[in-house]
Each structure stands twice: as C-alpha cells, then as structure tokens.
C-alpha cells in the first residue's frame, strides 16, 4: 500500500497570499497518477487535479499541481476566501487506492 | 448531468449487517469502475473498494477485506456494498465514486455502528 502523507497539517494564510500543500508518497506512483480534492465542511469532495497537473473541468488557473515519483505539490497561486477548505491527495498508480491525511487551509 | 445516489444507510449494532446502494445517472455506467470511499466523523478520506466495469477486478482495503463485498448491476446503473460484521470503527459517511479518480460524488449516506 501506498502511504500518502501531507504537510503540513493545517496552514494558516490570509486572502490574496500563496498557498503551497505538500503531498509525499512512501514509494513512486505510477505514471504520476496523482489527484488533489477539495474538501469544504458538510459537503463531498470536489476534484481539483488529476495526473499530477491537469486541472479538473471548471477549476480556475489560479490552481497548479506539480510533481513526480514521490512529490507532489498543489499550489494556490492567490487565496480567494472560497479556498478556504479541507485539501486530499489521492494516488491511483495502484489498485489499492490511497488517500493523504489532508490538508486545511484557514484564514490567518 | 452526472448525479450519485447513495442511499441505505442508518443505525446498526456492532456485528449487525448493512446492503448500501448508488444510483447512477448522467453518464454510461457501465464503461466505469466505481469506488466506495468513506470520511469517519471528523476524519479523512478513506478509499473502502474497487470494482471494474465488468466486475472482474474486486479491490478492497485491508481494514474491510472478508466483511464487506462490492459489487455492481449495470443494467440498472447500480453500484452496491454489502457490508457485514460492522465495527464502531467502519461508522462513517460512505461514498460512490467514479474511479480511479472522481470528477463526481454523490451526497454520500450516514452508517452509523453503535450498541
């Protein structure tokens, strides 16, 4: 199994600055099959990135994924305060699916 | 427009049995795997099984293999989980996904184990 951590566990950011999550995985995923969610309070993930760096349908640029083999970086170039929110990398190189511990960005 | 219905959730006594079900709309079904992934209260996300589109490829996590069993009925573009020897620790919300990766999810439904 693919162990997926992410750091740090919670940033705290203020509107307008750049946000720069972190996700490390305990060997290589395949094919940089990596994903990105974002998580907001009492509602179901919304996908963000997949393959390491393509954004989702209707996710603003503002948005960027990067990384290979064992990391991997979802960056925020300037915070909206709908940004504010949980964030998950997922690795699907493997048939066993595996998730990060997630990510929350809050308002400084 | 691609919707997720799971539905079959509720309270159950620790060792009691439960059967979830997704609906699914919006897009051709039968052409996808599907996930179940859960979030425990408070907790992240947590990848629970797999199955291809024509069921031949079954993957599950370590922490539900020999209790729960995925499996799917593509005439009726429908997904299930029949989930057995439940423990207070599979308490979560339980959502269908598109797999590998998911675009779409539904609103996810509640299971709840506790005496």
Do not use: H
Request: net charge positive.
């Amino acid at each position: 199994e693919i162990v997926l951590t992410q750091s740090p566990g919670t940033l705290s950011l203020s509107p307008g600055e750049r946000a720069t999550l972190s996700c490390r995985a305990s060997q290589s995923v395949s094919s940089n099959y990596l994903a990105w969610y974002q998580q907001k309070p009492g509602q179901a993930p919304r996908l963000l990135m997949y393959g390491a760096s393509t954004r989702a349908t209707g996710i603003p640029d503002r948005f960027s994924g990067s990384g290979s083999g064992t990391d991997f970086t979802l960056t925020i170039s300037r915070l909206e305060p709908e940004d504010f929110a949980v964030y998950y990398c997922q690795q699907y190189g493997s048939s066993l699916l595996t998730f990060g511990g997630g990510t929350k960005v809050e308002i400084k | 427009e691609v919707q997720l219905v799971e539905s079959g959730g509720g309270l159950v006594k620790p060792g009691g049995s439960l059967r979830l079900s997704c609906a699914a709309s919006g897009f051709t079904f039968s052409s996808f795997s599907m996930n179940w992934v859960r979030q425990a209260p408070g907790k992240g996300l947590e990848w629970v099984s797999s199955i291809s589109s024509s069921s031949n490829y079954i993957y599950y996590a370590d922490s539900v293999k020999g209790r729960f069993t995925i499996s799917r009925d593509n005439p009726k573009n429908s997904l299930y989980l029949q989930m057995n020897s439940l423990r207070v620790e599979d308490t979560a919300i339980y959502y269908c996904a598109r797999a590998p990766f998911s675009p779409n999810w539904g609103q996810g439904t509640l299971v709840t184990v506790s005496s």
